[in-house]
């Protein structure tokens, strides 16, 4: 199971996770499903974008950590708020949500 998988389960099991929560709401933007969706996805891009570049030892992995751990608590905002700006500092292109 890749990391960014993993990453996944646990967010979906973890309380207010998407699991947690039930059935998702009518389709409101910013759902807790849909905010843990949108760090999953994030930290899955880092994840591929970041491979064989060496930038996943150092200090590039804290703000990843920071982000996931944001998530993982439920400040699903403030996490997504770094992945993002991690990728847009590296030159990469943030997908719209």
Do not use: F
């Not at 843990?36 to 996943?56: F, I, M, N, P, T």
């Not at 998530?71 to 990469?92: F, H, M, P, S, V």
């Amino acid at each position: 199971m890749s990391r960014s998988h993993l990453l996944l389960c646990v967010l979906m099991l973890w309380p207010g996770g998407a699991l947690a929560q039930g059935p998702p709401a009518a389709a409101a933007p910013s759902t807790p499903a849909s905010l843990q969706a949108r760090c999953a996805q994030l930290v899955e891009l880092w994840d591929r974008y970041s491979v064989g570049k060496g930038e996943g030892g150092g200090s590039m992995d804290m703000p990843r950590k920071s982000a996931v751990a944001d998530c993982a608590a439920g400040r699903t905002e403030a996490g997504i708020r770094t992945l993002e700006d991690l990728l847009r500092r590296n030159g990469y292109t943030v997908p719209p949500p």
